[in-house]
């Protein structure tokens, strides 16, 4: 098993950080491709792509605690945090490559914000701390990576507290690890 | 004018953690110690400017992410890391506002002789701080808020700040813990029905 892997873009960074949350050794590859694939994993002879899909297989390796495994109905929650991800990781590179810095905070990464704002919001009035229920999930690790990388498109995050304290609880897991642009401890 | 302006729900400031907040781009860092006693401050540190709401908060003091300078509860520098021996002299520190906590709602003034009377009594609970992308100007009529910044709205106590030019943060609190939902969800309609007014307005 490895990852085909480009250390800069978000979606291979949500597969790394959930393979270290999950205690999975999981070798990479550098592979410039994956700027623009995504991350691929390769695995029992084959290839599997997408970071929703890579990480919930990882979920069901033997060595990864059942506490990671997918309750009832989440499947929503992955894949919306999956498209939430693709987003994110869209403006971000369209915003890195950019030739001219763009003035200020684009319209598309203020409604991102909004709908992520607004589901942990109402998750924590009720008693939900992370996405994903009780537990973190493969939705929260897919989350982690737009939230902490929105610095890069310059969202000020005084405007969003529910993010913040997501990004505060999900800093102390055993097992985080950062990437470039996520400060180490906050 | 009032002088106390409502940056932040308590609850969002959780114990031992800095956080940051802006009032017309002049940027404050809230942090609450393990004591439960919340503060604010100028976000930039004496020594090299870093933001301190970056900071973390240790044996009750806020600790700079950069070099490790702490300040204590009343903003004096405690101890300076590359020099464990120094006497920090008491002429360092950091730039600090006043800070209450009341009704479940961080408020913050940059005038010290300002009058608690000006802040409501009584108890609430917080539900949601909300950004609505319009001006706070155009909030305040739309939601007939008065010269304090804030009003009941029968169960909900309803305030706004404007972090900066053109953005609004509307911070709801409940009478009760139980109808916090209810008003979170009213924060939702509110933000809604704001923009879309905004909108509306021609430029
Ligand atoms: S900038 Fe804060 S300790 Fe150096």
Known sequence: ?186 | MTDWFPLALGMDVPSETAAPARLYGKEIALWRGADGQVHAWEDRCPHRGMRLSFGFVRNGNLACLYHGWQFGADATCRHIPAHPELRVPGTIHAHAYRAEERAGIIWVSLNEDASLDELPDEDAFGARSILVQAPLASVRVALALPEEGWKWQEDCLVAAHEPEPGLTMLHMASATLANRLDIAARAKTTRDHLEALNEKVPA
């Open chain 1, 1 to 186: 098993m490895r990852l085909r892997d480009w250390a800069l873009d978000d979606r291979c960074y949500a597969v790394r950080l959930g393979a270290s949350l999950m205690g999975v050794h999981l070798p990479t590859i550098t592979d410039a491709a994956a700027l623009e694939t995504g991350p691929v994993l390769e695995i029992d002879g084959g290839c599997l792509r997408g970071p929703a899909d890579i990480l919930q297989r990882l979920t069901s390796l033997p060595e990864v605690s059942r506490d990671w495994h997918l309750g009832i109905g989440e499947e929503r929650r992955d894949a919306w945090a999956e498209s939430a991800l693709e987003q994110l990781s869209h403006l971000r590179r369209a915003a890195l490559l950019a030739a001219l810095p763009t003035d200020g905070v684009p319209p598309s990464v203020f409604r991102l914000m909004t709908e992520i704002e607004d589901r942990l919001s109402d998750d924590r009035l009720c008693d939900r701390p992370w996405l994903s229920g009780r537990h973190p999930g493969v939705a929260d690790i897919l989350l982690f990576p737009i939230v902490a990388l929105s610095q890069d498109l310059e969202v000020p995050l005084d405007l969003y507290p529910a993010i913040r304290n997501f990004i505060r609880q999900f800093k102390a897991l055993p097992g985080f690890m950062t990437m470039p642009g996520v400060p180490e401890c906050h």
